[in-house]
């Protein structure tokens, strides 16, 4: 190889010298550069998708944080009707009748809900309805996130306040 290259006069030598620089730069561009910049382009996509969610779920621990004090008004006396008729009934007004997989009473102050890929704000927005005009208060509360952004399932337990 060397004594090709040797062979060759200074021109074509010079050229085969420019060719070899610049598949090596080629090389180096696509088999180093280019995947890196692509990984730290998607790396920053991650991280403002990760704060976003963050800020999210501040936002919504706040929230929980001031239904689960039980700040507001509470609302009318229960005026003899049925629990399950009025979960089921605020429930489908918020529409989270296709979310509720299950309902169960416990007694007649308590009531078991099991929830499949919910909408979270409106499951908050929901109890806090629940709290505020009728209320009720969560005295269990379990949630997994859902397959898609800001969906949820899992269980509650609803109940009046005590002390009413």
Do not use: C
């Not at 060719?19 to 280019?34: D, I, Q, T």
């Not at 239904?67 to 507001?72: K, R, S």
């Not at 704000?121 to 379990?142: E, I, T």
């Amino acid at each position: 190889m060397r004594d090709w290259f040797n062979s060759l006069e200074t021109r074509d030598r010079r050229a085969v010298l420019a060719a070899v620089a610049a598949v090596a730069l080629a090389a180096f561009y696509f088999l180093f550069w280019e995947p890196q910049m692509a990984s730290r382009q998607t790396l920053e996509q991650d991280i403002e998708q990760q704060r976003e969610t963050l800020a999210w779920m501040r936002g919504a621990a706040a929230e929980a944080s001031a239904l689960a004090a039980g700040e507001g008004q509470v609302g009318a006396p229960r005026a003899g009707k049925s629990l399950l008729g009025l979960v089921d009934r605020t429930a489908r007004a918020a529409t989270l009748s296709p979310a509720i997989t299950r309902m169960e009473p416990q007694g007649t102050e308590r009531v078991r809900i099991w929830l499949k890929d919910a909408d979270f704000d409106r499951v908050v927005a929901w109890l806090g309805q629940l709290r505020r005009q009728h209320g009720m208060q969560v005295s269990n509360l379990d949630l997994e996130r859902g397959k898609a952004p800001g969906m949820v399932g899992g269980r509650l337990a609803l109940g009046y306040r005590t002390g009413r």
